[in-house]
């Protein structure tokens, strides 16, 4: 018997969307089958155009037509298809941001919206925030093209670096519901890297004074955000729920 749900509409957002990093590929790959058994094509996943995306297929859809144009008034680019390797073959956008943002602006917005510090941020925190709110405008396009008044709709966001989006989507398309999921926080990542265990005395540590010492304040700062304002936070074990209810809160 086919499981009923109460959302029509499904969104999800990773930079390992078609993008082989690490495990979350993985994660995302496992579950694309049921997805699209739920969804159908109101499945649509949305990650980075690396210009070389060997699981991506572009698909000439009625849909992608308008999608293209409306990102393209954005000053965006993509490129819409399908995820061909993946079972299902789930629709995917594959989004760049392509210099249409000013950076430092994005950045101010972050901090006077949400108090987020991104000071100490280097490229490696800086793209992810590009990338991801260049995918909340994706998302807000294709909520306004694919869904019905009335339609339930969520987005899912995956890890920090999809943070902006979240907050964007939030900000734009209130409608929607966010789901935030951290696979492992970026400082219980960073002490874990340099062989402290965390959870021996995970009480005695000070989220904010580690992650100043790990160099990851903006990385920390942003992910706290993203947690406090989601409308669902989830983990994808109990271990990382422990450390998270810590490290937010």
């Excluded at 108090?115 to 280097?122: E, L, Q, R």
């Excluded at 294709?142 to 939030?170: D, I, P, S």
């Amino acid at each position: 018997m086919k499981e009923k749900y109460s959302a029509e509409c499904l969104f999800e957002v990773s930079w390992e969307v078609c993008n082989k990093v690490g495990g979350i590929h993985t994660v995302l790959k496992t579950k694309t089958g049921h997805a699209v058994d739920c969804f159908g094509d109101k499945y649509v996943l949305i990650g980075p155009d690396l210009g070389n995306n060997p699981e991506f297929k572009e698909t000439d859809e009625e849909l992608w037509n308008e999608v293209r144009n409306r990102v393209k008034d954005k000053n965006l680019s993509c490129r819409c298809g399908r995820w061909w390797a993946a079972p299902g073959a789930p629709r995917v956008v594959l989004v760049n941001h392509n210099g249409a943002y000013h950076a430092d602006k994005l950045l101010f917005e972050l901090w006077q919206e949400h108090g987020v510090d991104s000071m100490a941020g280097g490229w490696d925190y800086i793209e992810p925030v590009l990338f991801s709110t260049a995918a909340g405008e994706v998302i807000e396009i294709l909520y306004e093209r694919l869904t019905r008044k009335g339609e339930t709709v969520v987005a899912q966001f995956h890890e920090w670096m999809t943070g902006a989006g979240m907050l964007l989507v939030n900000k734009r398309v209130p409608e929607i519901a966010t789901v935030f999921t951290t696979h492992a926080t970026m400082l219980g990542r960073s002490l874990a890297g340099s062989g402290i265990d965390i959870y021996s005395n995970i009480e005695d540590i000070s989220p904010m004074e580690m992650a100043a010492k790990m160099n990851i304040t903006a990385k920390h700062s942003l992910e706290t955000a993203t947690v406090r304002e989601a409308d669902c936070f989830t983990t994808v074990s109990g271990i990382t729920a422990r450390e998270a209810a810590h490290f937010f809160g």
